[in-house]
């Protein structure tokens, strides 16, 4: 079984050498190297891993690209994409042309990601959905924001971050408040979800029981072919060990073969990633 991580934030230190963008405020700690990523993966038999460019390092996806070149079997990229840029629709539509870029990643919380759910801005749906592009997107709190832009584009390659959860939100059951709104979204066929970091929704200790009862939902509406586990280690409240064995070891309804999907083939087959 290969495993796949949907999610890694990787960021070098802030240096004179390299200094992160003005204003920047890294929520995640100091760093995250793709070094450090390649030990940990290293140590638990990771094979693979999303890398999703952090918010304070502004629209440089470099660094994650750097490393998806010189290993493109090993890390693939998410990028953050400036939809306000003059050139964007070109970009947009060429986005995958860039070395190491797998897909768009938009966090669409405050501004200007919020725009994107405005009409002005249907155009980057419209695109992504034309040219076959996955989008990994969240939005924290309204996970029912996604039901207009799939009602009109029905075919949009879309992967949900977190399993819709509010990565600064309520824990236990009170994350799951608008859990009907996500798996309403399965009805979508190109709708997948990352079940990711989703220990740090749970105040309990491992094995988290009461996250079961809620990846059972998602098992039994989206199927293991659309979920996609992943750790967002950097904010990950439990040790990755714990988190890779949630999937792998303490959930009873997992046969081998859904753990082989959720824990790399679903992610590499979203993103026509063959590693």
Same mark, same amino acid.
């Given at each position: ?10 960021? $070098? ?10 204003? !920047?405020? #890294? ?11 390649t030990t940990l993966m290293d140590q638990h038999g990771v094979q ?14 470099? $660094?994650?690209?750097? !490393?998806?070149?010189?290993? #493109?079997?090993?890390? !693939? ?10 050139d964007a629709p070109h970009r947009l539509r060429t986005w995958r ?11 669409? /919380? ?38 207009? %832009?799939?009602?009109?584009? #029905?075919?949009?390659?879309?992967? %949900?971050?977190? +399993? ?6 309520? /824990?236990d059951e009170g994350a799951w408040a608008d859990k009907a709104d ?22 309990? +200790? $491992? ?32 040790? $990755? ?24 083939? !679903? ?9």
């Amino acid at each position: 079984m290969k495993i796949i991580d949907s999610q890694l934030h990787c960021f $070098y230190p802030n240096t004179p050498t390299r200094p992160w963008p003005d204003g !920047a405020t #890294p929520v995640h700690g100091p760093e995250f190297t793709t070094e450090q990523a390649t030990t940990l993966m290293d140590q638990h038999g990771v094979q693979g891993a999303v890398l999703v460019p952090p918010s304070w390092n502004g629209w440089d996806n470099q $660094y994650s690209q750097d !490393a998806a070149v010189a290993q #493109p079997k090993r890390f !693939a990229v998410m990028g953050r994409f400036n939809f306000e840029a003059p050139d964007a629709p070109h970009r947009l539509r060429t986005w995958r042309d860039q070395p190491g870029m797998a897909g768009a990643r938009f966090f669409i /919380q405050g501004s200007p990601w919020v725009n994107l759910l405005n009409t002005e801005y249907k155009w980057v749906w419209e695109i992504a959905e034309e040219t076959c592009l996955p989008v990994m997107a969240h939005i924290p709190g309204n996970i029912a924001g996604f039901e207009p %832009i799939l009602a009109q584009f #029905p075919d949009l390659r879309l992967i %949900i971050d977190h +399993a819709g959860r509010h990565p600064r939100g309520a /824990q236990d059951e009170g994350a799951w408040a608008d859990k009907a709104d996500l798996l309403a979204l399965a009805r979508y066929k190109n709708v997948g979800v990352k079940v990711s970091s989703l220990p740090c929704f749970s105040t309990e +200790a $491992y094995p988290f029981k009461n996250l079961h009862s809620h990846i059972r939902s998602m098992y039994d509406q989206f199927g293991p072919q659309r979920m996609m586990w992943g750790s967002d280690k950097t904010r990950l409240t439990c040790s $990755y060990a714990e988190n890779i064995q949630l999937f792998t070891e303490a959930l009873s309804f997992l046969n081998s073969e859904d753990k082989e999907w959720i824990m790399g083939r !679903a992610l590499a087959t979203a993103l026509d990633w063959e590693i």
